[in-house]
Nanobody, 123 residues
């Protein structure tokens, strides 16, 4: 069973950048689509970006052009590079794994979830 651990969250000012990391344990990582999701209290979890085993990527329109997702299978890691952050990006960010092998932002597709890392954008 894949296990995922997020890191890299923190407090930044508007306009700054962060890189989130999602590191997996288990030897099936290469077969998983990995997605990043975010959630704020009182709202539904929303898909931010995902990357398939073949490196096909998908982005929420709200982050297109500002966020970039990448994966390093040797390190069993997926990264979310976040630039030009705004207060609206403040949320708990989760990574998740899906064996469908296609890039998707549908929460229900993902079987394995990490515990989350907090991102706060504030001046």
């Amino acid at each position: 069973q894949l296990q995922l651990v997020e890191s890299g969250g923190g407090l930044v000012q508007p306009g700054e950048s962060l890189r989130l990391s999602c590191v997996a344990s288990g030897n099936t990582f290469d077969y998983y689509t990995i997605g990043w999701f975010r959630q704020v209290p009182g709202k539904e979890r929303e898909g931010v970006s995902s990357i398939s085993p073949s490196n096909f990527t998908m982005y929420n329109p709200s982050v297109m052009g500002r966020f970039t997702i990448s994966r390093d299978n040797k390190k069993r890691a997926v990264y979310l590079h976040m630039h030009r952050l705004t207060a609206e990006d403040t949320a708990t960010y989760y990574c998740a794994g899906d064996l469908s092998m296609i890039a998707t932002l549908e929460t229900y597709e993902f079987e394995v979830w990490g515990q989350g890392t907090q991102v706060t954008v504030s001046s």
